[in-house]
């Protein structure tokens, strides 16, 4: 028996659910995957045991959206001004947050986004994504290695 109606899980969860997605997927498509996420969620809720995570259930279904809407973008051309006579590499990490996180290997960003965006213990973590809880904290190590190396502290000594 589910104790909380859905709307007040979704005040609860909501704004977690929306960083996972923005850092998931970027600002364009994250209010869409939240959106796809609490109607799942919302068809589902009456079966969810009383005693299941709710936050780790959610993020869940966010993780499984994210894959929908980035397999339907991997099937859509990208419409630009030029078409370059060789594909390019940018490496330079300027730009916000969201560039950097996106440049992660998948396998980073999802653990650095789970676990410090979304609070999830890295055991839940490899539930979702597959592997094991230390992999899933190596993965979030080296994410986060990653971001200070594009984004050194102001005042922060080398």
């Known amino acids: 028996m589910i104790v909380k109606p ?14 996972v997605c923005r850092a998931l997927l970027g600002p364009a498509d994250a209010e869409d995957a939240w959106s796809e996420t609490f109607l799942a969620a919302l068809k589902a809720y009456p ?22 809407v980035t397999r339907a973008q991997a099937r859509h051309p990208i419409p630009v001004e030029e078409v370059p006579d060789r594909p390019g590499h940018a490496h330079a990490w300027h730009g916000d947050l969201w560039d950097a996180l996106a ?13 410090y965006l979304a609070g ?23 994410g986060v290695k990653a971001l200070r190396a594009g984004y050194p502290l102001e005042g922060a000594h080398p």
């Open 6 to 19: 859905f709307e007040q899980v979704v005040a609860e969860h909501g704004p977690m659910v929306l960083r």
């Open 47 to 68: 079966e969810l045991p009383a005693d299941a995570n709710v936050q780790a259930w959610l993020v869940t279904i966010a993780h499984r959206k994210a894959v929908d």
């Open 103 to 115: 440049r992660l290997p998948d396998k980073q960003r999802l653990a650095v986004a789970y676990h």
């Open 120 to 142: 999830l213990p890295y055991r839940e973590i490899a539930e979702i994504t597959g592997g094991t809880a230390e992999a899933a904290r190596r993965a979030a190590a080296d």
